[in-house]
């Protein structure tokens, strides 16, 4: 049974047609890095499947899972990266469906909060002020964020936009660590293509309309991908 579905999708701005005639799905455990050029559709189709923008036409189908039950990692802002809070705050903004109505947070959510920092190695960091960390600092703890909503499907919208390489590298291989390990389903958008597509089981590319959708290694052998990736090597040191 797939993941989720998309049958068709339509979704027009104003008059603006911004995803055409969309369809793919996904099982269990892939891998979707979804690439194309800027204004293509990608964080459209992200915010769609989220429910925060409405379709036209078409439709999404998730298996047995409600739209509190994604973690989401969005677009980074230059306001959001001086949220002035700690990281434990910022991460427990994540457990709020969790917690229900209640003035403060239970000790079984903030155990959660405290295991996904863990997982993503950012445990030391929990009394820290959330300004005050590094560009990859902060996507690690934006990650704990969302998988206290989820332990199936991530979905991130350039995760390592603003990122070193090295915090880049880092990133990737923790994504990957989440996908293989905690056999989490990741959606995942990058205009850092080489990298992201080698590690991704399969790849959407947009140009509003499906150009490809397919498997990676069917991806990097189809003319669409050998002429958007272009011949240069992939220069991550992450998994491939
Ligand atoms: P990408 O993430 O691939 O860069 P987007 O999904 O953000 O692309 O945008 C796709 C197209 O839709 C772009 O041309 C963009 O200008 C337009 N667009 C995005 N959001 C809105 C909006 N809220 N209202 C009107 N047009 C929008
Ligand atoms: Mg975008």
């Given at each position: 049974?797939?993941?989720?579905s998309?049958?068709?999708?339509?979704?027009?701005?104003?008059?603006?047609?911004?995803?055409?005639?969309?369809?793919?799905?996904?099982?269990?455990?892939?891998?979707?890095?979804?690439?194309?050029?800027?204004?293509?559709?990608?964080?459209?189709?992200?915010?769609?499947?989220?429910?925060?923008?409405?379709?036209?036409?078409?439709?999404?189908?998730?298996?047995?899972?409600?739209?509190?039950q994604?973690?989401?990692?969005?677009?980074?802002?230059?306001?959001?990266?001086?949220?002035?809070?700690?990281?434990?705050?910022?991460?427990?903004?994540?457990?709020?469906?969790?917690?229900?109505?209640?003035?403060?947070?239970?000790?079984?959510?903030?155990?959660?909060?405290?295991?996904n920092?863990?997982k993503?190695?950012?445990?030391?960091?929990?009394?820290?002020?959330?300004?005050?960390?590094?560009?990859?600092?902060?996507?690690?703890?934006?990650?704990?964020?969302?998988?206290?909503?989820?332990?199936?499907?991530?979905i991130?919208?350039?995760?390592?936009?603003?990122?070193?390489?090295?915090?880049?590298?880092?990133?990737?291989?923790?994504?990957?660590?989440?996908?293989?390990?905690q056999?989490?389903?990741?959606?995942?958008?990058?205009?850092?293509?080489?990298?992201?597509?080698?590690?991704?089981?399969?790849?959407?590319?947009?140009?509003?309309?499906?150009v490809?959708?397919?498997?990676?290694?069917?991806?990097?052998?189809?003319?669409?991908?050998?002429?958007?990736?272009?011949?240069?090597?992939?220069?991550?040191?992450g998994?491939?």
């Open positions: 049974m797939a993941v989720v998309v049958k068709n999708l339509c979704v027009v701005y104003d008059g603006f047609e911004a995803i055409q005639d969309l369809s793919f799905s996904l099982e269990d455990g892939d891998y979707l890095c979804v690439v194309g050029e800027n204004g293509s559709g990608k964080s459209t189709l992200i915010k769609t499947l989220l429910g925060l923008v409405k379709q036209n036409s078409g439709e999404i189908i998730y298996d047995n899972l409600k739209s509190a994604i973690g989401y990692m969005p677009q980074q802002t230059a306001i959001q990266r001086d949220f002035p809070a700690s990281v434990m705050e910022v991460v427990l903004t994540g457990c709020l469906k969790l917690n229900g109505r209640l003035p403060f947070f239970k000790k079984s959510v903030k155990e959660l909060a405290k295991k920092l863990e993503v190695g950012a445990l030391a960091l929990a009394d820290k002020c959330y300004g005050e960390l590094s560009g990859g600092q902060q996507q690690r703890v934006l990650l704990a964020r969302a998988l206290c909503s989820t332990e199936k499907l991530l991130l919208d350039e995760p390592v936009a603003n990122l070193d390489p090295k915090a880049t590298n880092e990133l990737y291989d923790l994504i990957l660590k989440l996908n293989k390990e056999k989490i389903t990741v959606i995942m958008v990058s205009h850092d293509i080489r990298c992201a597509v080698l590690q991704a089981s399969k790849v959407l590319h947009l140009d509003k309309t499906p490809f959708f397919g498997t990676t290694s069917d991806y990097i052998n189809s003319p669409e991908g050998r002429k958007f990736l272009g011949h240069e090597h992939c220069l991550c040191g998994e491939s």
